[in-house]
């Protein structure tokens, strides 16, 4: 066994070492998936092997019950080309994306599912398109074979707006099977149900972003982990995208610009108020005007605050970002 911290030195390629590092890494978070695991390693390897790609494959088990874990180990143990990431206990999709991510070493990222629902030959396909020059290569399951009303319907409506917030029209946000230029993931930082987001934190840090139709297939085994309640869970992902997107580096020209109208709407206001209370001797003291001039000057009072605020804040966000989202157990195989 290893301990985190020399995996940690292993996982830098130091530059006389770069040749030997994998070209492409396939990343697959797994949750009990005990009877596509079998297939799923070789279906993987296949392409990419007929396509001279000098490959690893990791997967990252996200505290299956189901036997996967063990299945996992043992198949690393005996293949030089799959490495086994196995997660403390069930933290979700994301963070163990995340957490394959970290340990990939490849210059190019591939991403899907381990339930067999992505058709691993299109890897390849993939590959070449992200080659041609683009950063971020997104599957879109034209035909996708999933219940229409719970997860089509759902997912065309949050495609649309995932699209029309973020200013990436993508088809399918919600398609794991995905290719990456390493360096696009490297400092994305994942929280919540955020991976499918990531073409949109990837946009908003500059990169070039295209999408190709996939294959899709119905689930052979298993059940989904997902059902009508992530709906909820990715729409308040969206508002934290959005306000990522807004305010990553500069908080106080947004809070600052409606802090400054406010208040200098309630100073006009007061002015106003002053000018006829004082020269004109009317009372001022039942006036509505009063309380919204009032209400406008402390509204942006707080509105500036909350910019000062938020610049700290992101300062820190920016500059002090260690610590991880998941833990790791134990790496097994592939030369580890
Ligand atoms: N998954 C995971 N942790 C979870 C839930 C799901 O690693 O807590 C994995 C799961 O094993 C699969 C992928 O994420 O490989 C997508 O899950 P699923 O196929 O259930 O989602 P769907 O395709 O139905 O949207
Ligand atoms: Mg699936």
Not at 27 to 51: C, D, F, G, H, M
Request: glycine share 8%; aromatic share 8%.
């Amino acid at each position: 066994m290893i301990n985190e911290s020399s995996i940690q030195n292993l996982a830098v390629p130091s530059p006389s070492l770069t040749s030997i590092f994998p070209e492409v890494s396939v990343v697959i978070p797994i949750y009990n998936e005990v009877k596509s695991i079998p297939q799923l390693v070789e279906k993987i390897a296949t392409p990419l092997r007929e396509n001279q790609l000098n490959y690893e494959i990791i997967c990252v088990d996200d505290g299956s019950q189901d036997g996967s874990t063990e299945i996992l180990r043992d198949i690393a143990l005996k293949r030089n080309d799959l490495k086994t990431i196995i997660l403390r206990r069930n933290y979700g999709q994301t963070p163990a994306m995340a957490a394959g991510f970290k340990y990939a070493q490849g210059r190019i990222i591939v991403t899907l599912d381990g339930d067999l629902q992505n058709d691993p030959a299109d890897i390849p396909k993939l590959i070449a398109k992200l080659n041609e020059g683009y950063d971020l290569v997104s599957g879109w399951r034209k035909n996708r074979q999933d219940n229409k009303l719970t997860r089509l319907l759902p997912s065309k409506i949050a495609n649309w707006l995932i699209g029309r917030v973020t200013g990436v029209q993508l088809h399918d946000y919600g398609c794991s099977l995905k290719a990456y230029r390493a360096e696009v993931v490297a400092d994305m930082n994942l929280y919540g149900e955020l991976h499918r987001f990531l073409p949109a934190l990837a946009y908003i840090e500059g990169a070039k972003i295209t999408e190709i139709p996939v294959r899709h297939h119905p689930r052979q085994y298993g059940t989904s982990k997902y059902g009508l309640g992530r709906t909820f869970r990715v729409i308040l992902d969206l508002l934290t995208v959005f306000f990522i997107k807004k305010f990553l580096t500069r908080p106080m020209h947004v809070f600052g610009l409606y802090g400054l109208i406010s208040m200098l709407l309630g100073t006009g206001f007061g002015i106003y108020l002053t000018v006829i209370k004082l020269f004109y001797g009317e009372s001022i003291g039942n006036r509505p005007l009063l309380i919204l001039a009032v209400l406008l000057f402390l509204a942006g009072i707080q509105l500036l605050s909350f910019g000062v605020l938020a610049e700290l804040v992101m300062r820190t966000y920016h500059e002090s970002q260690k610590r991880p989202i998941y833990r790791i157990r134990e790496i097994i195989g592939n030369n580890s």
